[in-house]
């Protein structure tokens, strides 16, 4: 047990079971076992023994004392506003692989927010790590774990983090916290800062999906005089091969549109099956390390405004056996 959270464990492997994570609940066997936690339980992650506001885990990842209620407790600065986003929005892995995705966090406040961080749900099977990027290029930046304060005025600090399951997890969109210790976590928004996780014993497709609209804003606009838009969807396949079911679907909110897919020549971008874009599904044979593309076409006769957290138009990969292994959305929105 020890030997495979070392091996996995969330913070830099080293080969002490202090540093270890054996529940799995973001906190390190050692430190639980300081403050009187068990380090085989993780549903203590979410207590708050000195009744602070913070719970043992974000006590933890903001090094304070989770049995001093005069240590630093949340205070939301409402001048600091936090919206994020995550790309891509679904990863599908077999158990024990790492699962990464980009993070972002922005700072539209007129406040700079303090320590700020991604924190994993507290109910997923799986170790998580988090590290900052350089906005600019990607490259890793800080150590893993490592909080930091973002400047307002619109600043942006990047972020890659993963999840490596330990358990089999059906399909199930994660809701990600992006938090700074002052400051109300970003807002919730399904397909835009929330990231779809499946794991299985076995090898499973998984397509990285990524959208692309016409303006590249990510909203698909329906144009006035013809009452339809478009846009076109990129993957490749990191996982196993299989045969996968596409749809498109409003995430089952009801909202007044068609919606028309195809599977397209990568080159051309000609509807190849079929060969005109169908308002039913497209079954097409995906092999590993290779990168189908899609059309998703758009329609509507009624006026949507636009309501990026509501109204939007997902793309998803099922595979035979209706698993979902792949995501991606796009907003909706009239012109």
Known sequence: ??????????????????????????????????????????????????????????????????????????????????????????????????????????????????????????????????????????????????????????????????????????????????????????????????????ASSNPVPDLVALAATIANDGIVHINPVIGAGAFIVATVNVGSSDSMTVTADTNDVNLPVTIGVCETDPLTAVCINPVVPTLESVVTHVESATTPTFSVFVSSTEYMPLDPARARVFLRFRDAEGEIRGSTSVAIQSD
């Open 1 to 198: 047990m020890v030997l495979d959270c070392v091996l996995v464990g969330i913070f830099p492997i080293v080969p002490s079971p202090v540093d270890c994570d054996s529940d799995g609940d973001g906190i390190e066997d050692g430190w639980e076992s300081i403050h009187q936690m068990d380090p085989l339980n993780s549903s203590d992650a979410g207590d708050d023994p000195d009744g602070d506001g913070l719970s043992n885990l974000d006590e933890y990842l903001r090094g304070h004392d989770p049995s001093d209620p005069e240590s630093p407790a949340a205070t939301p600065d409402s001048n600091v506003l936090l919206v994020s986003a995550v790309l891509p929005t679904s990863r599908s892995v077999q158990v024990g692989d790492t699962a990464t995705a980009f993070g972002m966090i922005i700072n539209a406040g007129t406040v700079e927010g303090i320590e700020c961080r991604i924190v994993p749900p507290l109910d997923v099977a799986a170790d998580f790590f988090y590290q900052t990027t350089n906005p600019a290029t990607n490259e890793l930046s800080n150590s893993r774990n490592q909080s930091i304060d973002i400047g307002p005025g619109n600043m942006i600090q990047t972020f890659v983090f993963g999840f490596t399951p330990r358990l089999e997890i059906s399909s199930t969109a994660l809701e990600i916290g992006f938090r700074c210790t002052n400051a109300n976590d970003a807002a919730v928004v399904t397909g835009v800062n929330t990231l779809r996780l499946s």
